[in-house]
């Protein structure tokens, strides 16, 4: 750990390039697999810092990876910057006020966690090349994580098979190691065709496929007394048929996403929802086209890279917030009910403290049962690759995942320096690991002993494929 000050220092020096790259990417949010001026600007940095550029990674034309060093151990570490639908919001401002009606916004600050992962890259970057170590460090930037499962079709494409250790992190109210608990996911639609026909006068000659839809939710709504209490299933009517009620509706889809605590238990359940959608066809004389659009394994967790991130967060301390940071953290904090605020703290299983708005301690090592999780991307890779995550802490204690209130904390000096702080402790991580061969190996074999008798399935079939548009905005998708 002797080495952690100089990389440290080096994130400072290099850190103003970064947060603006944070601000451009939140000022333009882009949602699943639409991230061109986004990936645009991680590129444009990443040549300017003389990384070695690939693009188009995975056929994914917003995924791109920057390389630097020779030799060693290859360390990636993993960026996002999707945003999400509909969170559109004036930056700094405790109070809803949209920038566009209905437009996109950065809810779940992928705006800073791509900017702080490639911080972090290039800092070991800039480390390697002055003490003159092997080792490789790359830069991930990972499109389309909210619900696009990218790294999922990046680990299919063999993306990471020559990598040795995978690292990244994720905005949050408290900094600290990630505990590795996510739900293992699966997203799909399921597409109804019956007969369509006049309602009074020949109603018997129509077959309903919105009746379709609706006996599958009845039926899916009794399966939830009959599975994991960790599982989750949610659904949404995409396409109802139409909006004439003398019309039988002809065709329907519901879309389904459906989580559970490991990838056996996703599979097995995933089944039995396809079994209620088919006996919802049966009913109703109508049939049924099952198509998966996505899915997330759950997170594999590596003991010997977390006690290694610990050590590196116990030496640096939390992030340092200064009065004004604070003072702003309670105008957002306002706008909180006491449930959410509660409910922060409860995650990892720590005591409320009263007026402190924002985070002023490392979270201990495993803090929290895993009760209230969701699922990942990330969760594919470690499946692979031995995998570490850290929370860092970048906005107001009690703010609501995927919320306005996220977005407009988004450019704040306070997400800047939790941001910084991620970068630092990541970095310092990543060098630890070039420097010490023996807990890169004892990694790898963590990962071994999981994976024994446990094999990975990737939950997105091969004949799946992401959902690329071709034109986005005027920008051409082959760019």
Known sequence: MQ????????????????FDLSDRVWGTPEINYEEFRSSAEHLRLLEAEGFRIERNIAGIPTAVMGEAGEAGPVIAILGEYDALPGLSQEAGVAEQRPVVAGGHGHGCGHNLLGAGSMLAAAAVKDYLAAHGLKGRVRYYGCPAEEG??????????????????????????????????????????????GRASHAAATPHLGRSALDAVELMNVGVNFLREHMPTTAR???????????????????????????????????SLVARVKRVAEGAAWMTETTMRQEIISGDANLMGNEPLEECMHAQLERLGPPVFDEADKATARKFQ?????????????RFHLRPKKDEPLCDLIVPLYAGDGSMVGSTDVGSVSWVVPTVQMRGATYAIGTPGHSWQLVAQGKLPAAHKGMAHAAKVMAGTAIELIRNPALVEAAKADLRGRLDGNPFVNPIPDDVMPPIPLAVDGLDAAQ
């Open 3 to 18: 080495n952690s000050q100089s990389i440290w220092t080096i994130v400072d020096e290099k850190s103003a390039a970064f």
């Open 148 to 193: 696009g499962s990218s790294k999922g079709f990046m680990v299919r494409a063999g993306v990471f098979d020559d990598v040795d250790i995978a690292i990244s992190w994720h905005p949050a109210a408290f900094s600290g190691v990630n505990n590795p608990i996510s739900l293992a996911c699966s997203e799909m639609n399921f597409h109804f065709s």
């Open 233 to 267: 299933i949610h659904y949404a009517i995409t396409d109802a048929g139409g909006s004439a009620p003398n019309v039988v509706q002809a065709n329907a889809t519901v879309r389904y996403l459906v989580r559970a605590r490991t990838l056996p238990e996703l599979l």
């Open 334 to 346: 306002a706008t909180f009910t006491p449930e959410e605020i509660a409910s922060s703290y409860a």
